[in-house]
């Protein structure tokens, strides 16, 4: 039974002394020349033009989020439709309720406004 994993416990033997190996090259030879330019804070190439801790509007986040849902929907679809033919209409209205939930959120959010932007 254990000579199954021996190949993947090799595999990852090697992926971390390799990783390792690399990264104490890269410490140990890597030129350091600090500079004032180098050091300073910039935002894509340009000086930073206010302070970084600005307040993000909750749009943002709730923008975020309803990505986040509909993308582990469209996970949660795949297999179900693959196998549905096996799990019969049990899986059916399971994948209902689940759908139904999500689409609530969905129009809750959009009448509270979560999707406009100004």
Known sequence: MLEAYLPILIFLAVGVGLAAVLLGLGLLMAPRR???????????????????????????????ILFIIFDLEIAFLFPWAVVLDKIGTTGLWAMSVFLGILVIGFIYEWKKGALEWE
């Open 34 to 64: 600090p500079d004032a330019a180098k050091d300073s804070p910039f935002e894509c190439g340009f000086e930073a033009f206010e302070d970084s801790r600005v307040q993000f509007d909750v749009r943002y986040y709730l923008v975020a």
